[in-house]
Each structure stands twice: as structure tokens, then as C-alpha cells.
């Protein structure tokens, strides 16, 4: 298995490009709703909070739906008609900037419907790529899927900071426009293999139950999506409060919260990079154990007011956060059957995204009613301790890179 061999495949070649343009509008947006949000309150912590809740609550609402949807229609005529969505989304948001009529409350709605978009569209994409490579590549075309994520990580805010800098939100959301639009061409010429679809009889709930019980019974996912949930919710919190950690750096301006944002996207490259090498051998005691010591630099956070210190930390950080996410989308990509891909990779998406908006409010309450080095020094705490719990307690074997059967 060669970690380059499934770019040697044409439609997963689109679906990466694809991926990587998805990714890279989703960041233009994101920063550009955190930028709109920071300099409206202020960067009070309560609204960038909130703004945190809204973009991601879709994927606790919708992420089972989404799951569903992908395993029981043609998953390619789902990616088109989300990036359809997301143009005439990006269209709105596009004309109301340059209007000025985007006030705190539209962004919050903007937001939401921006992360509907991007709940239907990524267990789609994670089922996509198994249908894009033969088994014997699977396992190295899931880490490129997330390279992808991280190369857009790094060059949207890279991209998105002169764009903001020179023509506000309008310019940042023009682009997304145009990233959207690529992104329909090149699903379009996505082909692959026709799959038998499962015929009525079968509601959304019982199919989302299925997935479950299947999840329970290939453990040690059950553990794994355990694990993902208690690092959204608590060690990746401190994503919310990044306007709000740049200001509080000694001379931070504007462009020192761009900045943070562009090296905690190396640091995710970088932890990619990490589990790329592993060749699909993973175990659940590794992430655990990267879970504490993401945990202990989460902690450290609200106590820095050094933009070095604050740059290693991010990089740590991003590169911990990601790996463990690699480490287990991995995992569970190798244990599941591919008529429960959608539903099982919607478990995953629920227990990441669906989860992350509580940990943005509930951090950013904390800061309002105690103070930032209270708020850090207590998530990044129990991200650390959940991880030691689950990695003592579980130690499965390793679990080489053995291809799911379909």
C-alpha cells in the first residue's frame, strides 16, 4: 500500500480536489464570520461562543440524517446538490456584506446554514473515498482526505487574512462563491461503481440504529467515537476563543488572530503527516494517550500572553487534535462494512462537529463568569484525565491495515 497510490485513481484525484476546495470555502467563511462576530462585540467570549454553537450545531442535528442520506441514495448526486446549496449560500452572504446588512444575528444564521451544508457534504465525501479506491489503497487515501483538510486549514486563513485585510467579508465571501462553483465541475466528473440501494421499508430512525449496532459490534469503535467526543468537546474548545486569545497576546493586533489560526494549521498538517506514516496501523491507546497531552496544552493556553510561546502551543495543539481525529476516522474506516460507511462516518461527524458547539458555549460562559486561565486550565484538565481513563482501560492490539469487507 503506497500512501500516494489512490492519487493514481481519476475520480478520487476529483474527489480530493474537490475535498480540498470544500475544505478551503469552509475556512474562507468560518474566519470571515469570526472576523465579522470579533469586531461587531468586541470579542466578547459569549458571542464568539455563540457563533462556535451555530456553526457546528448541524452536525449534532443533521450528521445521522446525512449518514442515512449517503448509505440509501447516489452519493455523488448528494455532493452535487450540496455544493449547489453552498453557491447560492455563499451568493447571500456575498450580497449582504456588501450591503453592510450583516448584523450579529444574520451571522449567527449564515452560520447555521453554512454548517448544514457542511454536515450533508462530509460523511458523503469520507463514504465517497471508499468508492473512489480499490480496499488495498483505502487506507492511504484517508489520510490524503485529510491532508486535504489541513492544506486548506493553512491556506485559507493564509489566503482568507490579505483578503480580509483589504476587502473586508465581501471579498472573503466572493471567494467562497468561486471556490463553491469549482467544486460542482469537479464533482461532476467524479464516476463510480453503481451500488445496490437499499428499497423502502426502513425508517431513518431504524437505519441510524443499524448503524449503532454496528458500530457495537466492531469494537473497538464504540471506544474510539468516545474518545473523539470527549476531545471536541473539551480539548478543542479553545478553537472558539481564538479571536479572543489573540487580542490577549502583548501587542496583538488584527492580524495576530489570522496568524494563530495559520499556525495551528501546520501544527494539523503536521499530525496528518504523523499518522500518514503509520501506513494504517493505529490503536485507540496511542490517540488516548495524545488526548492527555493535548489536554495539558490546552491548560497552558489562557496563562500565555507570549506570541512565541503561544505559536509553539498552537502548533502542538493542532498537530494532537488532528492526529487523534486521523488515528480514529482511520480506525473506523478499516472496521466498517461499506453499507454502513455513511451511517458509521455520521457517528464520527456527530461525536466531532455535533459536540464541538457545547464546548465553544460552555468555555465561553466559563471566561465570562470566572476568567480565560479558570476556563483552559479546567477543559484542557478533563481532556486529560478522560484520555488516561480511556487509554488504561482500553489497550486493544494494534490494528494493521486490513481492509474492511464490502
Do not use: K
Not at 31 to 47: K, M, S, Y
Not at 132 to 144: E, Q
Not at 180 to 192: F, N
Not at 244 to 269: M, N, P, Q, Y
Amino acid at each position: 500500500m503506497s500512501l500516494l497510490g489512490a492519487l493514481g485513481h481519476r475520480s478520487f484525484r476529483f474527489l480530493w480536489f474537490s475535498s480540498l476546495l470544500i475544505q478551503l470555502g469552509y475556512w474562507f467563511t468560518t474566519i470571515a464570520f469570526q472576523w465579522e462576530v470579533g469586531h461587531r462585540t468586541d470579542n466578547d467570549p459569549l458571542w464568539l461562543g455563540v457563533l462556535y454553537f451555530c456553526t457546528f450545531m448541524p452536525y449534532l442535528l443533521f450528521s445521522l440524517p446525512a449518514g442515512v442520506l449517503a448509505d440509501s441514495r447516489d452519493r455523488r448526486r448528494i455532493l452535487l446538490a450540496s455544493q449547489l446549496a453552498a453557491v447560492l449560500l455563499a451568493v447571500v452572504c456575498t450580497v449582504l456584506a456588501a450591503l453592510d446588512a450583516m448584523p450579529t444575528p444574520a451571522v449567527l444564521v449564515l452560520a447555521f446554514l453554512g454548517g448544514c451544508v457542511i454536515t450533508t457534504v462530509s460523511p458523503t465525501n469520507q463514504a465517497l473515498t471508499a468508492n473512489t479506491v480499490p480496499a488495498v489503497d483505502l487506507a492511504g487515501a484517508i489520510p490524503l482526505q485529510s491532508v486535504a483538510l489541513n492544506l486548506a486549514r493553512i491556506a485559507g486563513p493564509a489566503l482568507a487574512g490579505p483578503v480580509l485585510l483589504v476587502a473586508g467579508s465581501t471579498g472573503a465571501f466572493a471567494v467562497f462563491c468561486l471556490l463553491a462553483m469549482s467544486v460542482l465541475a469537479l464533482a461532476w466528473q467524479i464516476r463510480v461503481p453503481a451500488r445496490v440501494l437499499p428499497t423502502g421499508g426502513e425508517s431513518i430512525r431504524r437505519r441510524v440504529l443499524a448503524g449503532i449496532s454496528h458500530a457495537r459490534s466492531r469494537p473497538p469503535a464504540l471506544a474510539a467515537l468516545a474518545l473523539v467526543a470527549m476531545t471536541s468537546v473539551f480539548a478543542c474548545a479553545f478553537q472558539s476563543q481564538l479571536p479572543l486569545l489573540g487580542a490577549r497576546i502583548d501587542g496583538g493586533d488584527d492580524t495576530t488572530f489570522l496568524t494563530l489560526v495559520v499556525i495551528g494549521g501546520l501544527g494539523s498538517l503536521l499530525g496528518v503527516a504523523a499518522v500518514a506514516r503509520l501506513h494504517g496501523r493505529v490503536t485507540l491507546a496511542r490517540s488516548a494517550w495524545q488526548l492527555v497531552a493535548l489536554g495539558l496544552a490546552v491548560g497552558c493556553l489562557g496563562l500565555i500572553h507570549s506570541f512565541t510561546l503561544m505559536a509553539v502551543l498552537m502548533v502542538v495543539a493542532g498537530a494532537l487534535t488532528f492526529s487523534i481525529m486521523t488515528s480514529v476516522n482511520t480506525l473506523l474506516q478499516q472496521l466498517v462494512d461499506d453499507a454502513q460507511r455513511g451511517r458509521v462516518m455520521s457517528l464520527y461527524f456527530v461525536c466531532w462537529g455535533g459536540l464541538l458547539p457545547f464546548g465553544g458555549l460552555g468555555i465561553g460562559l466559563v471566561i465570562r463568569v470566572m476568567d480565560a486561565a479558570a476556563a483552559f486550565a479546567a477543559f484542557g484538565g478533563i481532556a486529560a484525565v478522560a484520555g488516561a481513563a480511556i487509554a488504561i482501560r482500553r489497550t486493544p492490539p494494534r490494528l494493521d491495515a486490513a481492509p474492511a469487507p464490502s
